[in-house]
Structures are given as C-alpha cells and as structure tokens.
C-alpha cells in the first residue's frame, strides 16, 4: 500500500491551491501580506514537491544530489520571503532593512550551495538501502558527511525561527489570538520537527524525511486565517455597505425636506417668497402678451398686536386660519403665498378668461370676508386687512422688484388707513427712494451744520411770552428744508434720533445759557421721542447735558407724547418722577390724540398738557367747545397747565380764552423764528 508519497503530493496539491487562491485574492486586496503569502505558498509547494520526488526509490545519486540542490536553494528563498511574511503578518514595522540583510545573506548561501555538487549541507552522498514503512511502502533514504558549509545555514536557519517566536509573542499581546494561534502551531511543528531531527541524528534512527511538514502546516493554518478574516472583513464591508445606503437614504430625504422646505412656509403650509418669486418670473416667461397678471400684497392688520398680547403659538394659529380664509377666497389665484410676519401674497390671472378674476373685485372680497371673525386658539377677533395691488406687465420689472412694489402700495395703503388698498404708482418708488437718500444723508446732516432750531414763541392772556418751543428743521442742500415731519420718523426708524435728540437739548440748553436775566421765566419746550425715552439711559443723557450747560433745570420742559407714556407705564412714570425732581417741567404733547386719559395723568407728575393743534383747527368760534372744554375743567381740577397749539386766528385764541385755557402756540401768534428773533421779542416783553 502507497501512503506516505501520495500524502506529500496531495500536501503539494494544497500548497498550490492555497497559493494560487491567494494571489489571486491579493489581486482584489492590494494588501502585501496576501501576495507575499500566495508566493511563500507556492514555494513551499515546490519545497514538499522536491522532498517527496526525493522519497522515491531507485534513483541514480546524480539525480539525487541535483534534487537535493535544488531543494536548498528553493529553501534558501523561502527563509527570506518566510521573513518578510512573518514581519507583515505581525504587523513589524521597519522591516524593510531587515528583510534586505536576510535577503542578502539567503542569496549568498544559495548562490554557494549551486556551486557545490552534493549542495550546501554535504561533502558527500550515498543511497542507503529503501526504507520500509509499517504499511509496506518503501522509501528512498540517503545520507552522507555534513559539510562545514552547513553551519551558517543552520544557524540562519534557527536565527528566523528564534525571530518568528518573537514575533509570534508580539501577536499575543496584540490580543491577535487567531494569527498567533497559528504561527504558534506552525513553530511549535517545527521545533518537533527539528527535535525529531536532532534525537534521530543521535539514535541513529531510519525514518521518513519530516522537513516539509511544518511548511505545510504554515501554509494549511495561515490560509485559514487569511481566508477568515477576508471573509469577516467582506462581511463588515457589506455591513458598513449597507449602513451606507441607509444613511444615503436617510440623506436623501433631509435634502427632499429641506428642498420642500426651501419653497414652502413651514407656519401656513403655504409657498413662501422664493416659490412665489419662481411663480411671477414664469408669467413673466410666457410669451403671450394677452395674458395678464396681478399681485395683491395682503397684510393681516394688527397681527403683531395678537402675536405680543397673546403670544407666538396664537400668532401661529391666527395665521393658519387667516391662510385658510384667503385660500378659500382666492380659489382661481395661480399661487397663494406667505412672505413673513402678518403678510400673505396673491398672485392671479386678470382678463376674461375662466380661471382670472380682477384684482380690485378680488381685494373688495377679500375686504368683506374679513368681517367674519377669524377663529384661533380659543380667540375670536374681527381682524381687518391692507392691500397693496401691482399690476403684472410683460416686459416689466423683475419678479424682486414687482414684490417690492406691491410692499411699497401696502405700505402706502396702511399709512392712509387700515384696512384700505393702495394700488402702484411710479412715485411710491420716488417717495421710497428719496426716504432711503434722506436716510443716508441724515448721517451726514448735523455735522455738516444742515440742522437747527426755531423757535415758536406761547404767550399767555395777556401776551406776555411765557415760554417757546424748539422745532428742528434741516436745510438740506438739495431738497431745500425738510420739515420735522418727514425727516424725524427716518431718524426713529433708522435709530438716529438718539443723537438727534440729543443735538436739540444741547442746541437748547445752549441757548437757554444766552436768556438774558431778566427772561429766565420764559421756558423753552424741546420735543422728546417715544423711542428717546425708553431708552434706559435717557434721564442720565439728560442730567449729563444740563450739567455740561449749567442750565437752570426750570427753565426747560421735556415734550412727551402720550403714546411714549402708556406702553410701560410703570417705568415710564419712574423716569417723569426723576426729571421732575431734578426741577425739569414734562409736558404732554399732542393730548387727546393718544389713549392717555386725564385720570392716568394723575399719577404722574407732569406739569402741562398741549391740546393738539387738530383739535384747536375743529373747534366752533361761535360756541363753546366741548371737548376742549372739558379737557381744560380736567386740566385745572389736577392743576395742570394748559397749552392750546395751533391757534391760527384771533378768533380761536378768544375763543379758547372763554373755555378757561390761558396760554397760546400758533400762526396766529407767532411762526417759529430764530433766536436773536426771540430774544428780541423776550426784551420786548419784559420791558
Ligand atoms: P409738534 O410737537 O406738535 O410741534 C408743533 C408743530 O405745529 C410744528 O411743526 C409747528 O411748526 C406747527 N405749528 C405751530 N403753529 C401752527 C399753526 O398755527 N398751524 C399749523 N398748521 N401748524 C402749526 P413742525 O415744526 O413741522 O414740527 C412737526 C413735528 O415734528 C412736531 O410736532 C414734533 O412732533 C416734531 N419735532 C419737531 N422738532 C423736533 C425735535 O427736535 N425732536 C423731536 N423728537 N421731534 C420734533
Ligand atoms: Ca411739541
Ligand atoms: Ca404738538
């Protein structure tokens, strides 16, 4: 029975398979340790090949000793390439240099061993007689003297493998148990192998040739290894894989909401501006001249009242309901948005075609729907709208541009009155645009020496002058002079008109340092804005330029108007108790126009109220007005003193005379005028 040689060639074919198996798999993993192993494989092949042809009885000694050559110098490769495996199988780093010098010294002990004829180990060679295997099979033995040769080859020999150990216990501290379970085994073979060597070389033993065999137990365990972690790691990849394509899924569909979001309000539902903006540009697109378009800018009127009064969530509801109204109204609309706040967009075809309306029928509608409440959170409110109109022409403005119109025609409309509609017109952009140059040059305006103060003269029964008030104008140089009216809400809007502010006390104080001696009881008014007087510094603003004046606090009256003191009464009323006890005079500008009522005065201490000129400008000369009337009985039960602005006639001043008010503002009296005019006027009457 044939056992032994038929199990070395079967050992060849596996080391070939594995070989080949994992070259080609290093062809897919560009990692070395696969090729250098695939290669170390083959060798090995060819090793165990050399070893069994060498097993095979009645061979001439010339071929014997060819084979044996050969069979070292294949050896004297695999220790080299062995190393350079065994380096990146446990992870060496700086082999390189290494694996040349055991290269080198490998090819040296090869290039020797070809040039000797019984090869490197022996100095001669003879054919023992067969050996007979338990079974019956006969094998083919040798031996012959070790060469001196054989030494260093010996020693290079243990040198790897005393290495490899190293190696293998480095691989059990990196807790790689399955790559150092196998190197362990593969060493632990060879040293029996080598042990087994020695005791036979001792005994003198007869016994089959074991060389191959660790090779083999290498190649069989490391290709497992190799093979299992290939699979684990294909298995991790198509884990991370597929993990990829759910998170690239999940990506997917962020971008998909974010995109819708991109064009839809995230409040109403509704498209917003950039959807809208996409809508007019493609009418505008559309070549068919016929076709008519107009966009409607409705704003929800007092929205931001229901949002502060009853908080964001309302302002929510509020909106989803006045969305659902205007999409019920505006049915044949091609795009219902909402832009921000309380301000929705309605763009619609005009003409006479099925699925067009008009823009001012559709604005009435949208008007009188609004009389039924709008139902939110628990609230009912009747609220109103403004609507600006443009009309969609082609070729016209761009889509930004029609938008900014139809904000400006709003705009227009809210300033007439609330709940009105303003249609475009050419001098809304004009009026907006010089807005926007006299913001710009309202920077520049007070250092260039563009603003200043009149001043109107009040005088009381008698004429004598009691006090004046100081109205800035700005002499602009191209516009020529801008009066208050226009120029100081610009400055609230634009937050200027702290420093303007400040610019009229000075400019004031200053002056009330020039009041001759004799006219210290003639106070003068400077104008306070609401938006002054919140500020939290402003009494300090005040203090500081009165003591930088060295004005008598008496002497100046601080105009408020009513608004500024009832939307935070409580701190506003702190502030008027401190200008009050630092001796400055606060009066109520513009009274009855407000919400204030006399009784809320009470608990302020102001010192005067100025009835509004629209008031003085309505009143009947022939018979007593009641209203002023009554604000004059009020004025004096809480001691008051009472201005009457305004007074234009004779007629009026008597008028108001007989209804108890005892000091005059006006035309009638005087325009405001410059100071030297003034002082002139304060020596007339105090002479
Ligand atoms: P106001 O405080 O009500 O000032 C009175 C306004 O009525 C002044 O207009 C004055 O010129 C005008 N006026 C006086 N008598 C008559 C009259 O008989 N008939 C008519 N039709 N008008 C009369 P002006 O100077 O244009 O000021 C307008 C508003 O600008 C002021 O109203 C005031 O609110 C504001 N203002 C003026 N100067 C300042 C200022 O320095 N600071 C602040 N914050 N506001 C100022
Ligand atoms: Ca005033
Ligand atoms: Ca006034």
């Known amino acids: 029975m044939v056992l032994w040689l038929p199990a070395q060639w079967l050992a060849v074919g596996i080391c070939l398979f594995a070989g080949a198996h994992v070259l080609q798999t290093s062809a897919v993993r560009h990692e070395p340790v696969y090729a250098v192993f695939g290669s170390l494989s083959l060798f090995v092949a060819l090793y165990i090949a050399l070893t069994a042809m060498l097993q095979m009885p009645a061979q001439p000694l010339e071929t014997v000793a060819w084979i044996e050559r050969t069979r070292l110098a294949v050896a004297c490769v695999i220790y080299p390439v062995a190393f350079v495996f065994i380096a990146l199988f446990t992870h060496m780093r700086d082999w390189r240099k290494w694996g040349y010098a055991v290269a080198a010294w490998f090819l040296t002990l090869l290039v020797v061993n070809l040039n000797q004829r019984w090869g490197l180990l022996r100095d001669s060679m003879r054919i023992d007689p067969v050996l007979r295997l338990p079974w019956g099979e006969q094998v083919a033995q040798f031996s012959g003297t070790v060469s001196d040769l054989a030494w260093p080859f010996f020693a290079s020999a243990l040198a790897v493998l005393a290495w490899s150990l190293w190696r293998c216990l480095a691989l059990w501290k990196m807790r790689e148990q399955a790559r150092a379970g196998a190197l362990s085994t593969y060493l632990a073979v060879q040293l029996l192998v080598v042990a087994y060597g020695q005791v036979a070389t001792v005994k003198s033993w007869r016994g089959p040739d074991f060389t191959a065999l660790p090779f083999l137990v290498l190649v069989v365990l490391v290709s497992h290894v190799l093979t299992k972690e290939w699979r684990q790691r294909s298995e991790d990849l198509a884990a991370s894989l597929d993990a990829l394509a759910v998170e690239s899924s999940i990506r997917e569909e962020a971008q998909d909401s974010l995109r819708k979001m991109a064009y839809r309000d995230a409040v109403t539902g509704l498209p917003n501006r950039n959807r809208l903006l996409e809508q007019i540009a493609a009418i505008q697109g559309q070549h068919d001249q016929r076709r008519k378009a107009a966009l409607l800018l409705v704003g929800l009127d007092g929205f931001h009242s229901v949002n502060d009064a009853l908080g964001h969530e309302a302002g929510d509801q509020l909106l989803r309901s006045f969305s659902d109204r205007l999409v019920e109204q505006c049915q044949h609309a091609m795009c219902v948005a909402r832009l921000e706040g309380g301000d929705f967009a309605v763009l619609i075809g005009e003409g006479p075609s099925s699925d067009a309306c008009d823009a001012d029928v559709l604005a009435r509608c949208l008007a009188e729907s609004m009389s039924r409440p709008l139902r939110f959170d628990a609230h009912a409110l009747a609220l109103g709208v403004s609507i600006g109109i443009v009309h969609v022409s082609q070729p016209g403005p761009d889509a930004p541009l029609l938008l900014q119109q139809a904000a400006l025609a709003l705009r227009s409309a809210r300033n007439r009155s609330r709940g009105s509609k303003s249609i475009f017109e050419p001098r809304m952009q004009t009026e907006a645009s010089r807005q926007i140059a006299l913001i710009r040059a309202l920077h520049e305006a007070m250092h260039a020496g563009q603003l200043g103060l009149l001043y109107q003269p009040q005088i009381d029964n008698q004429g004598h002058l009691i006090g004046a008030e100081a109205l800035m104008r700005w002499h602009h140089p191209e516009f020529g002079v801008i009066a208050p009216d226009e120029f100081i809400p610009l400055a609230e809007r634009s937050g200027l008109i702290h420093v303007l502010g400040r610019y009229a006390l000075e400019q004031s ?110 009143m009947s000369v022939s018979e007593p007005d009641r209203f002023i009337g009554a604000i004059i009985e009020l004025a004096r039960a809480l001691n008051l003193h009472v201005v009457a602005e305004g007074v234009e006639t004779d007629a009026q001043r008597e008028a108001l005379a007989r209804i108890g008010c005892n000091a005059f503002q006006g035309h009638g009296i005087a325009r405001p005028m410059e100071m030297n005019q003034l002082l002139a006027i304060a020596g007339g009457s105090a002479g």
């Open 509 to 618: 104080c200053a002056a009330l340092r020039s009041w001759p001696v004799d006219s210290r009881r003639v106070r003068l008014s400077v104008n306070v804005s609401a938006w002054q007087l919140r500020r939290a510094d402003f009494t300090d603003m005040v203090t500081d330029v009165i003591n930088a004046y060295s004005v008598t606090p008496g002497m100046l009256m601080l105009e408020l108007t009513e608004s500024a003191l009832i939307d935070d009464a409580t701190t506003m009323g702190n502030k008027v108790r401190l200008l009050r006890s630092l001796g400055i005079g606060v009066s109520i500008d513009d009274f009855g126009t407000g919400y204030a009522s006399l009784a809320s005065l009470k608990s302020l201490p102001v010192e005067e109220v100025k009835i509004d000129r629209s008031f003085v400008q309505d």
